[in-house]
């Protein structure tokens, strides 16, 4: 009989799925030596190598690939034990897990602020990640609520849109399109496009926006950071299609502006999504009705029709 604890699976688990001992203490708030100690002790507890370190990668040996298959199963038991246990002590008390995509860092950090003063029993796990690393943990089952702007096709899911998550055309206030009244939208494929890395949602709407106007997409550069788009189009490096949210906490409001462009905002949502057939805690059920009551409250206001180019 092994001695296992529930601490050295969960380390084991994150370091297998990050392939990094360092991404996994990050992800768990502890340090590298505290990783590698737990994994050690499982090791020794095990009996055969469950990871091999090849440089600075890790790869799962095929004792580490069964213990990797188990152990999403038994934390995801494991997990739905913590939760009973939290609903048969009260209604609002546990713990929320939410992974929501890259540019929702813009609105959710403040969206939990209200719903935390409500209910200060609830501790939350907010995990950020791009919408591939998202999907994947949807399809692991490894939080409540999946916060996205693009929900996955063919993917067995029930998504609820709750906010609107418009989409503009940047370009430096100096450019002289940021004059104009009404641009056509043939006239983006002449411009070069700062854009976000494969795998985020934002990358995919710019693609399907292109290929919907038979338009080719010029990529100047790929970034895979909103903030260092925002930069790079204020730098005068091209132009780029983000979310509006992402110019919510603008700090250097002169230097990019908002394009007119026939057709735009594309308006988009948000939406808070979740397996079909997901069995929800209290608590997660809890959120969701915070952001279904919350919806007039978390609106961005429309824009009014202005002349000149609009500035952030
Ligand atoms: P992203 O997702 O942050 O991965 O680009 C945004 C979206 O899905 O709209």
Request: proline share 9%.
């Given at each position: 009989m092994m001695h296992v604890s529930l601490r050295q699976l969960r380390t084991f688990e994150a370091v297998a799925r990050l392939k990094s001992f360092s991404r996994a203490a990050e992800e768990m708030h502890v340090t590298q030596p505290t990783v590698s100690k737990q994994i050690r002790l499982l090791h020794e507890e095990v009996g055969l190598p469950l990871l091999e370190q090849i440089g600075k990668k890790v790869f799962l040996t095929e004792a580490g690939k069964h213990l990797y298959a188990t152990c999403a199963d038994w934390l995801e038991t494991w997990g739905r034990f913590e939760q009973t246990v939290a609903d048969l002590k009260g209604v609002k008390q546990g713990r929320l897990r939410i992974a929501a995509v890259t540019t929702t860092k813009y609105f959710m950090p403040r969206t939990l602020g209200p719903f935390c003063a409500q209910y200060p029993g609830i501790d939350i796990a907010l995990e950020v990640v791009n919408r591939d690393r998202l999907l994947e943990r949807l399809m692991r089952n490894q939080d409540d609520l999946y916060i996205m702007g693009v929900p996955p096709e063919g993917l067995e899911i029930e998504s609820e849109p709750f906010l609107e998550n418009p989409l503009v055309v940047l370009a430096p206030i100096?450019?002289?399109?940021?004059?104009?009244k009404r641009i056509r939208?043939?006239?983006?494929?002449?411009e070069p496009f700062i854009v976000r890395e494969r795998g985020s949602g934002t990358r995919l709407t710019i693609e399907r926006v292109f290929k919907e106007h038979g338009l080719p997409l010029k990529v100047r550069m790929e970034l895979g950071s909103n903030e260092a788009i925002k930069q790079a189009v204020a730098g005068g490096l091209g132009l780029a299609l983000l979310?509006?949210?992402?110019?919510?906490?603008?700090?250097?409001?002169?230097?990019?502006a908002i394009l007119n462009v026939?057709?735009?905002?594309?308006v988009r949502y948000w939406y808070v999504v979740r397996p079909h057939g997901k069995q929800l805690s209290v608590v997660a059920n809890t959120f969701l009705e915070f952001l279904r009551s919350h919806l007039q409250l978390l609106s961005p206001r429309r824009d009014s029709k202005t002349d000149g180019p609009r500035t952030i």
């Open positions: 100096s450019h002289p399109m940021a004059q104009r939208f043939a006239e983006l494929a002449d979310s509006k949210s992402t110019l919510s906490l603008e700090s250097s409001p002169q230097e990019i026939a057709g735009f905002p594309i």
